[in-house]
């Protein structure tokens, strides 16, 4: 069974900085970390940046120039540095892993950010 842990959410003030992980553990065969994903309240879940088995990323245009993904192949985490918070950055953050075959979900992480 895979397991999918985030962690590195919490509270920081606007301008503030934060970087979540993601590791993916047990019978991971393929399975690789490939996504974040956020969802504030009263809206639906978006993505927020996304990596390939290559190594292209790609973004929101929400977050571009602010965070930056990034993935320990060794380790199997997958990591999201978030600079320059905003309030509108508030929401839980998802990881997402798999396959072509394969979608999996972590629990999600809070992040917040005051103003």
């Known amino acids: 069974q895979v397991q999918l842990v985030e962690s590195g959410g919490g509270l920081v003030q606007a301008g503030g900085s934060l970087r979540l992980s993601c590791a993916v553990s047990?019978?991971?065969?393929?399975?690789?970390?490939r996504g974040w994903y956020r969802q504030a309240p009263g809206k639906h879940r978006e993505l927020v940046a996304t990596?390939?088995?290559?190594?292209?990323?790609n973004y929101a245009d929400s977050v571009k120039g602010r965070f930056t993904i990034s993935r320990d192949n060794d380790k199997n985490t997958m990591y999201l540095q978030m600079n320059s918070l905003k309030p509108e950055d508030t929401a839980v953050y998802y990881c997402?892993?798999?396959?072509?075959?394969?979608?999996?979900w972590g629990q999600g992480t809070q992040v917040t950010v005051s103003s």
């Open positions: 997402n892993a798999g396959t072509k075959s394969v979608d999996l």
């Open positions: 047990g019978n991971i065969f393929s399975i690789k970390p």
């Open positions: 990596i390939a088995t290559d190594g292209t990323t």
